[in-house]
């Protein structure tokens, strides 16, 4: 890789200067080390012919004041000479060429020394490597020569040879080949070039920072967005948000929990007495020995205790002592009802409690079962229901659906799922616009029984039907469950003259389809009440009149 610095032969090449070399002709001097000056003595030129020309030769000139020139002995070099000019023992060979370095400009006018002459043949007028050739020497003026011996010791008028790669300092007396210059000066120079870079990163770094508060904040001035005034008023008494207002004091939370289960639902208040109404299966999980809290829309909260419930209309109520100001919710009639009057729902969906949707009426007289989980049927609850599309979902159950004037005219009980009402971890699914709630008509008669009585009484006309029978229309069985008679005797049917095979097809004129439709529409009236039963016997259709008869609910 090629990252600046030569390897092999080329690396001893850099390690020292190309001047100042030994030839295998001329005594060996040890190569200098990195960052070392070899000092060096200039020999004195021959002026014996008076020309002033030099005669370079290998013996060192005598000193001008002697009278004759004493020849020394040449050393041998302690190696053998080197054919092929090796570095560091010869001259550079062909494939080490001089690195292209120009030679600065000496101080105070100092002689450069002649290039280095090697074993490479005659060179061109530029010197080895392509240096530039040395001024001629001065009258009176030694020239310096490439080499000394190393004992020897420098005078005060000679220099030491110029080392490019050299960082020693240099000898005492030594003129140095820089310009002079103060120490303390450069520090200084340096010191400020520092302080100006601190001062130019200083200034882009809070250059950046108010150009960030200035694009964030929009300039240096606050910003005051317009905005429209707080009201003082409120809303319209039939907006959601009037009827909300005046319907939320009214509704609580109910938390129920048992010893195998938990649950958790929404009731609203019936009286100054405490008596809260709910669904049957909302406080289902507290069984005999459970707990329910109530917890009200202030945040206050309150043991509660059950007063009655019924299974087969999927209503109870509880009670609370102890607590001052609480709002009765006032109760509607849902006889007045009808299809496409807006409604708002209101209740705590998976205990978010205070929680207010609004839809309309969607549909009335809805009959529909719920429950069933027991698998015996005795907790199967039979609605004639209000149909709504106001968002109901799990934790709605037991919450008041109110008309415009906040008054109750249903209890939200069920909804419609998209599916068997599983959802993918197991839970209840959320509402799909089919929400169903129990006519309030039924509920205050239902909670008034459970207040009185503890429990509440159911309408019959006592038959037995056939829940299996396909076609249209409810068919009175053959035989009873326990293999009675299917028409009781001495009850409300066997007085109005039903027998058993006749299938009833309507009710006070409206048509029934099943078993179950003709229960939820008996249930839709209270025992005592006179209606007319429409049947077919043999092919032929009938028409009979029965009063209802009572019995007690579970």
Known sequence: MDDGKPTGPEAKWWSRPPAGRATPQEPE???????????????????????????????LAAPADQASVVPRERPQPLHEPDEYSTPPYGGPGPWAPAPPVQLPTPAHGTPLPPPYTGQQGPQGPQGPQGYPPPAPPQPHQPQAQPHQPQHQQPQPSQWIQYDPWSTAAPAPGQQPLTHHGEPRRTKRRRAGVAGTVLLAFAGCVLGGAVGAYIERNGGFTSVELPQTDRESGGRAPDSVAGIAASALPSVVTLHVSGSDEQGTGTGFVLDRQGHILTNNHVVQPAGSSGEISVTFSGGQTAKAELVGKDSGYDLAVVKVTGVSGLKPLPLGNS?????????????????????????????????????????DGSDVSYVDALQTDAPINPGNSG????????????????????????????????????????????????????????????????????????????????????????????????????????????VDGRRVHSGEELIVKI????????????????????????????????
């Open 335 to 375: 006889d007045n009802v009808r299809v496409g009057d807006p409604v708002v729902a209101i209740g705590a969906p998976f205990d978010l409690s205070n929680t207010v949707t609004s839809g309309i009426i969607s549909a009335k007289e809805r009959p529909i079962t719920a429950g069933g989980e027991s698998g």
């Open 29 to 59: 001097v040890p190569p200098a080390r990195s960052g070392e000056v070899t000092a060096q003595l200039p020999p004195v030129a021959d002026e014996a012919s008076g020309s002033g020309e030099h005669t370079p030769g290998p013996a």
């Open 399 to 506: 919450g008041p659906l109110v008309d415009t004037q906040a008054r109750v005219i249903g209890i939200n009980s069920a909804i419609r799922a998209a599916d068997s009402g599983a959802g993918p971890d197991g839970g209840q699914s959320g509402s799909i616009g089919l929400g169903f709630a129990i006519p309030i008509n039924q509920g205050k008669r239902v909670a008034e029984e459970l207040i009185n009585t503890g429990k509440a009484t159911h309408p019959v006309i006592g038959v037995s039907l056939d829940m299996e029978y396909a076609g249209d229309g409810a068919r009175v069985g053959t035989k009873a469950a326990d293999g009675g008679p299917a028409v009781t005797s001495g009850g409300p049917g066997a007085k109005a003259g039903i027998e058993a095979g006749d299938v009833i097809t309507e």
């Open 523 to 554: 249930r839709a009236h209270r025992p005592g009440d006179r209606l007319e039963l429409t049947l077919l016997r043999g092919g032929r259709e009938r028409t009979l009149a029965v009063v209802l008869g009572s019995a007690d609910g579970t």
